[in-house]
């Protein structure tokens, strides 16, 4: 296996270099949802609660599996079959809507794509967990003119998709409605206590699911 140092999605993301580490880049920019981002969205909008819901790239079924817990009919596909829902299916291809909601964490470098995708697609509602400045971007001005988010919702805490350690990653959840042009309504979710958190998350944890699983931190010597 090739070394490779990379800086941890966060740290990336934030644009600094200080939370570096070695580890192999995830395949596909797989990064798990950590339950407790998906509780709070639930808990803050209950009325998601039972519906029938797409979750466009599942994984292995870590955002999926909260949603069931709420009593949601959910269809999970992905491009790569991580041992939840349906294998092979690249959302950006799809030509109809699998439900009328959609909820998922999309690959970074392909969120904007997915957005509008979920839009061309006569979505009802979706909801995307994204970093907190999205759309903060000079690059993103005109696509926040033509699909403006109903809701962001900012989490309250820094998740550790990777499960490093060292979370530093600010996320929000924006909730979008087709041809909607009012305002974007804001609020802060706090951190729900979950103490239920095995049943969400897959038992066997693969390399490509968490990377890697010989994780080194700089400075620290140590096997994560």
């Known amino acids: 296996m090739v070394d490779k140092r990379k800086t941890n999605k966060g740290a990336m993301m934030l644009g600094g270099q200080s939370g570096e580490v070695k580890w192999d880049r995830p395949d596909h920019e797989f990064y798990p949802t950590p339950p407790e981002a998906t509780e709070a969205l639930i808990r803050a909008m209950p009325h998601l609660a039972g519906q029938k819901i797409w979750e466009c790239a599942c994984g292995d079924g870590r955002l999926a599996r909260v949603l069931e817990h709420h009593g949601c009919k959910v269809i999970g596909t992905d491009l790569i079959d991580r041992g939840y829902g349906e294998g092979g299916v690249d959302f950006l291809a799809t030509h109809r809507r699998r439900a009328p909601k959609a909820v998922t964490n999309p690959p970074f470098t392909l969120a904007q794509a997915f957005i509008e995708h979920a839009m061309r697609l006569h979505l009802e509602e979706v909801w995307m967990l994204l970093k907190t400045d999205y759309y903060q971007a000079a690059r993103r001005t005109g696509f926040k003119q033509r699909i403006r ?12 998709s990777l499960g490093l350690g060292s979370p530093a990653l600010n996320c929000a959840w924006f909730g979008f409605e087709r041809d909607f042009n009012g305002r974007t309504i804001w609020d802060t979710l706090s951190k729900p206590k979950m103490d239920n958190l095995d049943l969400f998350v897959p038992e066997r ?5 968490r990377s890697t699983l010989t994780v080194v931190a700089e400075n620290q010597g140590v096997l994560l």
């Open 205 to 209: 944890v693969t390399p490509t699911d």
């Open 149 to 160: 988010p109903k809701y962001k919702l900012e989490l309250s805490w820094r998740i550790d």
